[in-house]
């Protein structure tokens, strides 16, 4: 963050930051990654079962290692300045464990998320509701990932507290990609809702999260799908 142009840094401090599967005292369980018996264990497979790991998308060991080595090292600048997929490197959270790539599955989701970097909107599509929200994603160094790929929700949480980032809320959260979420932002962040201003996660209004959040409940996570098209405004 502090390599940040000043206008991004103030986006930042108004930002929540968020990964998924943030574990109780993250921080302590990174200076243990240089044990292999002590790495941490990743729970919470979504319904479906993953894809095998792509090696055009997913790192090689040896950055995996180096990525943990780095994040042991010292913890809070691992987070702070890396981007979301090399935190979810660290974690052994690979970009394709959540990817979906059977296009029938797609189109007949009953509940398809599209997110458009581009234009800074969700696009929901249900039985019982078909419109599109304003979204914050990403700034730059913690640019949104997954442009062209859709995923399965991984963990969905009423109200989820980041471990890595001070406890920081985060309502009505869906989880994917690893160590993203759609979610709610906080009253005072909705003014930035169509333009970046996040750390990578996807952010929305409180109204229409809990809608998101409850068209996929009542759906069930295996019959919806979220897809990340487009590139953000800026940097990516």
């Known amino acids: 963050m502090k390599k940040l142009l000043l206008p991004f840094v103030l986006l930042s401090v108004n930002s929540l930051p968020c990964f998924s599967n943030d574990l109780t005292g993250v921080r302590k369980e990174l200076e243990a990654y240089a044990a292999p018996e002590t790495m941490i264990s990743i729970t919470g497979l979504p319904d479906a079962a993953p894809v095998a790991v792509d090696p055009a998308v997913d790192p090689s060991p040896l950055t995996e290692q180096l990525l943990r080595e780095e994040a042991a090292a010292d913890p809070d600048t691992f ?45 929901v599509k249900s039985p019982s509701v078909n419109t599109e929200y304003k979204i914050s994603s990403g700034v730059p160094g913690h640019l949104t990932p997954g442009s062209g790929r859709c995923y399965s929700p991984d963990t969905m949480e009423l109200m989820h507290h980041s471990s890595l980032y001070n406890n920081a809320p985060m309502p009505h959260s ?17 003014a930035f809702l169509g333009r970046q201003a996040s750390h990578g996660c996807v952010r929305l209004s409180r109204e229409n999260a809990t809608v998101v959040y409850g068209l996929i409940a009542k759906s069930g996570k295996s019959n919806a799908v979220i897809c990340v098209k487009g590139s953000s405004p800026r940097g990516n």
């Not at 090399?86 to 509940?111: H, K, M």
Request: charge should be negative.
């Open 79 to 123: 987070i702070d300045e890396r981007t979301p997929e090399e935190v979810g490197i660290a974690f052994g959270l690979y970009p394709s464990r959540f990817q979906i790539t059977d296009p029938v599955r797609i189109q007949n989701a009953a509940v398809l998320l599209t997110v458009d970097l581009s234009r800074q909107r969700l696009l």
């Open 174 to 190: 869906v989880f994917f990609n690893g160590n993203i979420a759609v979610h709610a932002t906080s009253a005072k962040n909705e």
